[in-house]
């Protein structure tokens, strides 16, 4: 009883403001307290921290990674030179238009003129009167490349392609784009649009600066070698093979391919592939023979190609251009 007398009095001496001024104090001092260490933001800004520390970790587990996963199979993944380790599943690289795949098994002598009979096609660009022709191969199911100079002079409306394959007749192609010339040692590229085909084809993949000394397969319709052949409009497509001698570096970025598989004039436009039936080049000039030297034969590099189609966001696909020989090809 006396000390709820005491309390009764010492509230009404007003004795209680010091201490709830001190109650109110503390309170705050926790509140700024507990706002200064814990995040009391929108959802937003904790999903945001949330995100950055995930990337942190991304950084430090790709970090360990690349310490411990050195070798070229492992560098060429990274760089969407190759893709998984199925190759039918095929996956998107860097750019969304190429899908990457490795396909490094040898092609049987049988199986290599098969996907070539399938892929190369002649090119048709008639010129007033008169038409020029070469090659071309395709890298999608309704694209075809082939060399800008093999249809810079030829109306667009008529430049046509065909093969023993396709069934000998002449199928007219829409030009879809160039490179801007197609001086020596320049990008010289073209792409064709079918809209149709009497029947599937088979696809190159594109890979990039060859090995020196690696085995090259060339595939077209050289002049030289059609001279006899009774079918004019789509004669039987000629294989030819060597090695490639060097890779020549321009200051321009290009890389030309100097290989030992015979082309000739018509050849140009045609597909080079290694053993793996993987584009290393397209077939495009080669040096006047004299007294002293043979006839040098050039492509360009397929690592040009790819930034040609880069450039225009064309889907094809990328694999590397190494091919492991040790393979069975059974």
């Not at 049988?110 to 010129?127: D, F, M």
């Not at 093979?241 to 045609?270: C, E, F, T, W």
């Amino acid at each position: 009883m006396n000390d709820i007398r005491r309390l009764e009095y010492w509230l009404k001496a007003g004795r209680f403001v010091p201490l709830l001024i001190l109650l109110i104090l503390l309170n705050l001092l926790v509140f700024f307290w507990w706002k200064r260490h814990v995040n009391l933001d929108s959802p937003q800004s904790i999903n945001y921290a949330v995100i950055d520390g995930l990337r942190q970790e991304k950084a430090r587990v790709q970090a360990i990674l690349d310490g411990n996963c050195d070798s070229p199979e492992f560098g060429k993944y990274r760089r969407g030179e190759i893709g998984p380790l199925d190759p039918q599943s095929g996956y998107r690289g860097k750019n969304d238009n190429v899908i990457s795949h490795d396909d490094s098994s040898p092609k049987s002598q049988n199986q290599l003129v098969g996907i070539l009979e399938q892929s190369t096609v002649r090119i048709i660009a008639l010129k007033g009167k008169s038409g020029g022709t070469g090659s071309g191969f395709f890298i999608s199911e309704n694209l075809i490349v082939t060399n800008r100079h093999v249809i810079a002079e030829a109306d667009p409306k008529t430049v046509f392609i065909t093969s023993q394959y396709l069934g000998g007749k002449a199928i007219k192609v829409e030009v879809l784009a160039t490179t801007p010339d197609s001086e020596f040692g320049n990008p010289d590229f073209a792409l064709l649009k079918v809209s149709a085909l009497p029947k599937p084809i088979k696809v190159l993949s594109v890979g990039d600066d060859p090995p020196i000394l690696q085995n090259v397969y060339a595939a077209g319709y050289p002049d030289a070698a059609l001279t006899f052949d009774s079918n004019d409009v789509a004669p039987s497509t000629v294989y030819s093979h060597g090695d490639v001698s060097v890779i020549q570096k321009q200051s321009n970025g290009m890389s030309l391919v100097v290989h030992g598989a015979n082309i000739s004039p018509g050849s140009s436009g045609g597909p080079l592939v290694n053993s793996c039936s993987t584009l290393v080049g397209v077939n495009t000039f080669l040096s006047k023979k004299t007294d002293y030297t043979a006839s040098t034969l050039y492509a360009l590099s397929a690592q040009n190609l790819r930034q040609f189609l880069d450039a225009k966001q064309v889907q094809y696909t990328k694999s590397s251009s190494e091919c492991n020989l040790t393979a069975s090809t059974q």
